[in-house]
């Protein structure tokens, strides 16, 4: 059952980001390519997910399906509670992307919502409140970052074929990303001092993965950066087409950084932070 439950966490982190950052990405108006799709994904997984934290709570396998556990856990716990609100605002996300309108401002409530069932809902009074609100920065600086990689790479594709109009589309994503990338990692730090209240080591698995997390983010920092001071200047410019080629293996890098850190924290997400 911790298998089923790391990949559905990784299938909906991944989708909430994919439809925050491509939001974000297009602009404030905007409904990001395969929106439709992505709310499907996000809703099964929710779907999924909720039923698989039942067989936690109960005897399971069995209780996954069962109405009445589900039922509890919705109604008797905090996890269960939020969770509904969640879900609710997955509703309303579809709801956004139906009508063509709002699609940013729900993808990004409901990706920060997920800050009240992690680590973060564990503590309580005003550190626990500054904590979730701290994670819910930390998913929406991260969602951007890694969300508005796939919808980049296109724009960077079509460029090479001759769109030179997509130049300032992708400049934007430079500046916003700057912003993005420091507040994933002061937010990170300060996740991490609250969760654990030190330096992490490897004396324990959440340790070990929450480690080899810091070491991927830090090797998508290096890339980013290369990309933003080493070619974007480049492309600037005289549109050198080397460079562009250069920014594109080094989107496609972050993607696949940014996809191993995404299941990492689904995987160390289920240890006790110890």
């Known amino acids: 059952m911790d298998r089923a439950l790391i990949l559905i966490r990784f299938l909906h ?20 390519p395969r929106a439709g799709r992505l709310w499907l994904l996000l809703a099964l997984t929710a779907i999924g997910w909720l039923m698989l934290e039942a067989g936690v709570a109960g005897d399971g396998w069995t209780d996954t399906l069962d109405p009445g556990t589900i039922w ?17 605002l997955v509703a309303a996300l579809g709801v956004a992307i139906w009508r ?27 550190i626990g409140g500054a904590h979730r609100a701290n994670a819910a920065l930390h998913l929406l600086a991260a969602g951007y970052w890694v969300g508005a990689l796939p919808p980049l790479l296109g ?20 500046r916003l990303g700057h912003w993005a990338v420091a507040a994933v990692i002061v937010t990170g730090v300060a ?20 480690v080899l997390k810091i070491a991927l983010v830090a090797a998508m920092v290096g890339v980013a950066l290369v990309n933003r001071y080493g070619f974007v200047p480049r492309l600037k410019a005289a549109n050198d087409p ?12 972050e993607i696949a950084l940014g996809a191993a850190v995404l299941a990492l924290v689904s995987a160390f997400a289920t240890f006790d932070p110890v």
Do not use: D, K
Request: proline residues 3%; glycine residues 14%.
């Open 13 to 32: 982190f991944g989708a909430a980001m994919l439809l925050w950052g491509g939001a974000v990405f297009g602009g404030a108006r905007s409904v990001p």
């Open 72 to 88: 509890a856990l919705l109604s008797a716990t905090a996890v269960g509670q939020a969770w509904a609100f969640h879900m609710a």
């Open 100 to 126: 063509g309108r709002g699609v940013t401002l729900a993808a990004g409530v409901a990706l920060a919502s997920l800050a009240l069932v992690g680590h973060a809902a564990m503590q309580q009074g005003w």
């Open 155 to 174: 724009c960077l594709a079509r460029m090479r074929q001759g769109e030179a109009t997509l130049g300032p589309v992708v400049m934007r994503y430079s």
């Open 191 to 210: 996740n991490t001092a609250l969760v654990l209240g030190r330096v992490p080591g490897l004396g324990s698995p959440y340790q070990a993965l929450l």
């Open 242 to 253: 080397a460079a562009l080629r250069a920014i594109a293996r080094g989107t496609l890098a």
